[in-house]
């Protein structure tokens, strides 16, 4: 990475940057004033805003260059000679002229950098605590930085080069099977499985939403009908295992799962009513048809058993299963362009 600004040096090592650094300076900068800040602390003048976002996007290159400047001189103190570190678009590099002589050093050489992103993000979110715990623009942008440095200090762990991760990783075969170069290898192919990962979450962020993924207009059941007429009206006369259900007046209830039918003892199915046994409403996931398809990531089983309901004011427009996001990824993973409904 070519250094267009020396910075000169600190702690004996010098330092760089690149002139797309201030392309992410500024649309940090510029992200925080307009949307962000505004969002967190309304009601302060713009001038505020945008005093806090530069102060802010300059804090947080701050904070790239202390991750970088641990990995060096952490470097020199166990012999390797450093060059200097060069900071740009995607970051910091810090350069070494001279390899590491065992494991132990390199994962601790390595290690450094992702622990002070930990480090610096846990105070700054203490200090927001501390000065007002997120009401006001000061709290609001320790806040922020905090969570921007713990967010880089998680993704640099993440094992895949060239991540600190996956130097650390690497290290730890090393230790393992005493060779280096065999490390380097497996390391890499691991590293590169994490990649497919990460691009198919990406493309799942950035070019997928909820509407992309879910199936339309599910088949609604009534929940004043019986677990007999479920069985045989909907599950038995259709290829779905869940519904969604609506009662006497319309209104979404909940969601009518196989399993619930299930349970209901055999002698008890035409006697007992469906919104007796069903998922209430408030313990299914939901979206909107515009949320992105990540959102729905860290949605829990329970009853509802991995469905989710897309709902547009109150009015049901679709579902997702668990078998909708397994497709999502290995479309994005594949590359193709379209992807037909899935199941519920």
């Known amino acids: 990475m070519n250094e267009n600004l020396s910075l000169g040096r600190i702690a004996g090592i010098h330092v760089g940057l690149n002139w797309s650094l201030l392309v992410v300076a500024a649309l940090i ?11 967190a602390a309304p009601g302060e003048a713009s001038s505020a805003y945008w005093t806090a976002g530069v102060i ?45 002589s065992s494991p132990g050093a390199q994962a601790l050489i390595t290690f450094v950098g992702p622990l002070t992103s930990l480090v610096l993000g846990a105070v700054f979110y203490l ?12 709290p609001a942008t320790l ?31 090393w230790l393992r099977t005493g060779d280096r170069l065999r ?14 990962l990460l691009i198919a979450y990406g493309l799942a962020t950035f070019l997928f939403r909820v509407a992309d993924v879910m199936t339309p207009n599910p088949v609604q059941a009534a929940d004043t009908i019986t677990v007999d007429d479920a069985l ?25 799962t196989l399993t619930a039918l299930k349970n209901v003892a055999p002698n008890a199915r035409t006697t007992t009513l469906i919104k007796d046994v069903i998922c ?18 860290g949605a829990s089983d329970g009853c509802s058993e991995g469905r989710t309901l897309v709902v547009v004011d ?31």
Do not use: C
């Open 232 to 256: 045989h009206g909907y599950v038995l006369a259709s290829r779905h295992s869940t519904f969604p259900t609506h009662d006497a007046g319309g209104r979404l209830s909940g969601l009518l």
């Open 127 to 138: 200090v927001s605590v501390a000065v007002g715990g997120g009401a006001g623009l000061l």
């Open 143 to 173: 806040s922020w930085l905090g969570y921007i440095n713990i967010t880089l200090g998680v993704f640099n762990l993440v094992p895949a080069f060239p991540l600190d991760g996956g130097r650390l990783l690497q290290s730890l075969i």
């Open 280 to 297: 209430p409403l408030d313990s299914v996931a939901k979206a909107s048809p515009t949320d992105p398809v990540t959102d729905l990531l």
């Open 56 to 100: 802010s996007a300059l804090v947080f290159l701050a904070s790239l260059l202390a991750h970088e400047l641990a990995h060096s001189v952490v470097a020199m103190r166990r012999g390797v000679k450093v060059e200097g570190i060069t900071l740009w678009l995607f970051g910091g590099v810090s350069r070494f002229s001279s390899d590491t």
């Open 314 to 344: 109150g009015r049901l427009v679709g579902i997702i299963s668990p078998s909708d996001i397994n497709r999502l990824m290995q479309r994005s993973m594949s590359g193709r362009s379209q992807m037909p409904a899935g199941s519920a």
């Open 29 to 39: 900068a510029w992200s925080l004033a307009t949307s962000l800040l505004p969002s």
């Open 183 to 196: 490390a380097t290898r497996i390391a890499a192919r691991i590293g590169m499985g994490f990649a497919y």
